[in-house]
């Protein structure tokens, strides 16, 4: 009687899944054959689909000029389902932020406590508050800035700048200096920076926008929302009244905040060299960037803008591909970005030659018209690029909230109005937030801890 013996050995070695099919045969030829087919329909795919690349650094990436190129490595050996590996994701996130804190540990907050009184003020920084809002949206803009008020610029008095693509009326004006003793300015943007460039295609435009709302993409036939991604893609930084400013809290009507912040966050993120601050990290809509990642791929392998790509970058984060494998599938990286309607930046680093090139090459293709690139991850991924991932600073002790995602931490100080370590008020938009990938891949250190 033949004897057939077949024995797979899985060995893990650093962290590699190493499968080894070994076949001892003593049978005859047709058995062989048989033997061979059972090889072939073994789904190998099922284990080696997410093992990286062991020619690539750990980092996933190569940056070399005509050879830029970044690969998910899979550091923490992660398996399972897309639902699975949302659970875990969803867990790391809780955990964190179910630990107890209160303000970032790395720095004297004592040294950037608030002032006597705004008026006595010497040190601000070189900052405003910065809204986007329209005539329109005053009783919305209205709830923002008395919370905003309450919790942070009543102490401090930082200038809001209010930017719209509509002069405000003196009725608009009015009501903002009546809610906050802080200068404001208010400034209409030049249309060159908001309109549609003349170049754009009205016909392909037309069919694009058609096919994106065929598939249910919000506000893909909303000529004002591509102009306000456009906008504040790489053109906000250009307004008048914002070029003696270095650092800016974007803000928006219908939001609030939950935790009173005292310290100057301002003078937190120069003092411990960091450029940008978040509050919620989200997965996109992919057919919304289906073009963003290869073209920005593209222009980093063209002449020498390789050189700007940061070895330190937040790699992995954008690469991940097993939460929601789709959005890979469709755009090519993961979509992960800030939500920028709570964002504190360095204007200075969109100034910068890296990104301003980048921009001025996206804003070539079209694609904020032909496509429905949003401002949030454009710039999420001009700072995964380009900047050092440790500059980028989660305030995970600030209390948020946008419908319908929020940022609620297990503050010492606060009795919080929202349920904390919940990433949104619904449970099933978890598998929504990268927040899980961030803290995996994109967190090098703990300032709370």
Known sequence: MARRLKRML????SGVLIILVVFVSITSPQSMSQQLEALKAFPFTNYTSTLPDLNLPANGAIIEKGNVKF???????????????????TKTYRQLMNKQINEPKDYDMDTIRPPPSPEDYPDRANATILILVRNSEKIGITRTIR???????????YPYTFVNDKPFTDDFKDRMHQLTNAPCEFATIPPELWDKPSNINIEAETNAMRKLHSQNVVYALKQSYHN??????????????????????????KVEFYTDVNYDVFKYLEATNRIYGFTINLYDIEQTIESLWPDTINWLN???????????GAFQWLTENQQNPQKNEVAGYSTCHFWSNFE??????????????????????????YERWGDAPVRSLGLGLFANKTQLHWFRDIGYFHDPYQNCPNHENEKMKCKIAEPAIWDHLAKESCMGSWIDYGMEFDPYS
């Not at 919370?147 to 008095?157: L, V």
């Not at 306000?228 to 070029?243: A, K």
């Not at 063209?302 to 330190?312: A, K, L, M, S």
């Not at 980048?358 to 293709?365: H, M």
């Open 302 to 312: 063209t002449e020498d803008n390789y050189r700007f790509v940061n070895p330190n």
């Open 147 to 157: 919370r905003f008020e309450d919790r942070f610029n009543r102490k401090f008095g």
């Open 71 to 89: 690969t998910y490595m899979n550091p923490l050996g992660k398996r399972g389902s897309p639902d699975h590996i949302a659970a875990l994701n």
């Open 344 to 369: 504190i930046a360095d204007m200075d680093f969109f100034r910068g030659e890296a990104y301003e090139k980048w921009f001025q090459f996206l804003d070539s293709t079209g694609n904020f018209y």
């Open 10 to 13: 899985v060995l893990g070695v």
């Open 228 to 253: 306000m991604c456009r906008f504040y893609s790489g053109n906000f930084y250009r307004v008048p009244e914002l070029q003696k400013y270095k650092w800016y809290w974007r803000i928006e009507p």
